[in-house]
């Protein structure tokens, strides 16, 4: 199974970045992201552009068996659509992988059952079209002009939905993922929607939208079942849980707690000391 990392810099550089407690921070995850991950899945894919490959394999250091520019298309979209890096890369897929965020690593390789499935997320959340909370699906289907199929149909009629948190996410079924993330792409860039797009200032819930229902619809869509790491939506954060599965994934004001940073330094430091000096430089 090949090991799949994004970076678009430009949602990085105009803020998403400043989630962490400090720049260090997030290079120093980046480290130990895929540090631990190729001890598991030694072929590795990073999907940047220029800024980001010069930033990741140039001046921190990270090694990887390819790297493609491919993100270099999307120098002119918004950069509130974090999402859209990650859609890219998953696209992109023609063989088995798993996709993992910087902020996620994995002590263990993945269960065997999951590396088989079809498609595979770290744990699923439940929401109501309704409601609109973390999922504003009918604010959404007001808003735009275009929305596919699979969409409109996962989403008629009332009660509550699947979607799948993807600190994680892959599969063996590439023409599933490379069909949903395709949608998701077009959901965001058809000129039919921009008008629409533009009436929202904040689009992060839209990313949730684009990234993690979609994902659902289209597989439910084709009758398909999306596999979890987890069970539950709270088991990734549930300390146990986490670390019998051999997972962390650090969402949140965990990126900002001063002791989890310091335990993410010193893990990098004991693992990686060349890299950990690397990132106190960069910062």
Known sequence: ??????????????????GWLGARHA?????????????????????TDDRGAELL????????TRVSLALNQLRDRDPDWWALGKLYAYRMQTEPFVHIDADAFLWNPLPAELESAAVFAQSPETFD?????????????RSVAWLPEEWRWYT???GPRAASCCGILGGSRVDLVARYADLGI?????????????????KGLCNVLVEQMLL????????VRVAHLFPEAGDPYDPAKAAAAGYTHLIGAAKRHPQLMADLEARVTAEFPDLAGRCRDLA
């Open 186 to 202: 077009r959901v965001v860039e058809d000129p039919r929607n921009a008008v629409g797009w533009a009436t929202w200032g904040n």
């Open 129 to 141: 079209p309704d409601d609109g909370h973390f999922y504003p699906a009918r604010a959404v289907e």
């Open 156 to 158: 008629a009629g009332r």
């Open 27 to 47: 290079y120093l995850a980046w480290v130990l992201s895929v540090g631990c991950a190729r001890r598991h899945y030694p072929d590795t894919t990073l999907v």
């Open 1 to 18: 199974m090949r090991a799949v990392w994004s970076f678009w810099s430009e949602p990085f550089v105009r803020g998403e970045g400043s």
């Open 57 to 64: 394999v140039e001046q921190l250091g990270l090694k990887f």
């Open 216 to 223: 659902d619809a289209v597989a439910a869509h084709r009758k």
